[in-house]
């Protein structure tokens, strides 16, 4: 009996210790893949052509218990984006017709005595309220396109009284 190690109060027994440290593979690789498809989704989101470099796996010591709860939260994100891709991929030809008619299609377009700006002739007021930031004439046609979509999605074509 001398030989085994016995825990005493919280203390851990050196193969518990040991045993708690070792990751389920197939957790680890579940992580990776989940995460690189959020990389991917997120760049199709953002307009990009390939997602971002992944950086190293850096929570080698995550306990499996951690990393289920991570996997949870991946879940759900990808959900969130994929519904959000739905979204606007309903709404694009709704937004192109707008597009067309507001400035042409021209995502630099600023009309209205500078009031309205970008493709689909935001003011700056409505562009904050759909968590755009600076000028909505110097963001990205896909950054314009996804907030435009917010906006349709909360006003329907109310936003846009003319071309709506």
Same mark, same amino acid.
Request: aromatic share 6%; with cysteine; hydrophobic share 35%.
């Given at each position: 009996m001398?030989?085994?190690?016995?825990?005493?109060g919280v203390?851990l027994? /050196?193969?518990? =210790?040991n =045993?708690?440290?070792?990751?389920?593979?197939r957790?680890?690789k579940?992580y990776? *893949?989940? $995460?690189? !498809?959020?990389?991917?989704l997120?760049?199709?989101?953002?307009?990009? %052509? $390939?997602?971002?470099p992944?950086r190293?796996w850096?929570?080698? !010591?995550?306990?499996?218990? %951690?990393? *289920?709860h991570?996997?949870?939260?991946? $879940?759900?994100r990808? @959900?969130r984006?994929?519904?959000?891709?739905?979204?606007? =991929?309903?709404?694009r030809p709704?937004?192109?017709?707008?597009?067309?008619?507001? #400035?042409?299609?021209?995502?630099?377009?600023? &009309?209205?005595g500078g009031?309205? $700006?970008?493709k689909?002739?935001? /003011?700056f &007021? /409505?562009?904050?309220?759909v968590?755009g !930031?600076?000028d909505p004439? @110097?963001? #990205?046609?896909?950054?314009?396109?996804?907030?435009a979509?917010?906006?349709?999605?909360? /006003? &329907?074509g #109310?936003?846009w009284?003319?071309?709506g």
């Amino acid at each position: 009996m001398p030989d085994q190690k016995q825990p005493i109060g919280v203390a851990l027994t /050196t193969e518990t =210790a040991n =045993a708690d440290q070792q990751q389920n593979p197939r957790l680890v690789k579940r992580y990776q *893949r989940l $995460r690189n !498809r959020l990389n991917h989704l997120i760049a199709k989101r953002d307009g990009r %052509h $390939r997602p971002k470099p992944e950086r190293e796996w850096k929570h080698p !010591r995550w306990s499996d218990h %951690h990393l *289920r709860h991570v996997i949870r939260l991946l $879940r759900k994100r990808i @959900r969130r984006v994929r519904a959000h891709l739905r979204t606007v =991929a309903a709404a694009r030809p709704v937004l192109e017709r707008i597009a067309a008619c507001e #400035s042409h299609g021209n995502p630099r377009a600023i &009309g209205g005595g500078g009031a309205f $700006r970008g493709k689909y002739q935001f /003011t700056f &007021g /409505t562009w904050a309220g759909v968590g755009g !930031r600076g000028d909505p004439a @110097r963001a #990205s046609e896909a950054e314009q396109d996804r907030r435009a979509a917010v906006l349709l999605q909360r /006003t &329907g074509g #109310s936003a846009w009284p003319v071309c709506g």
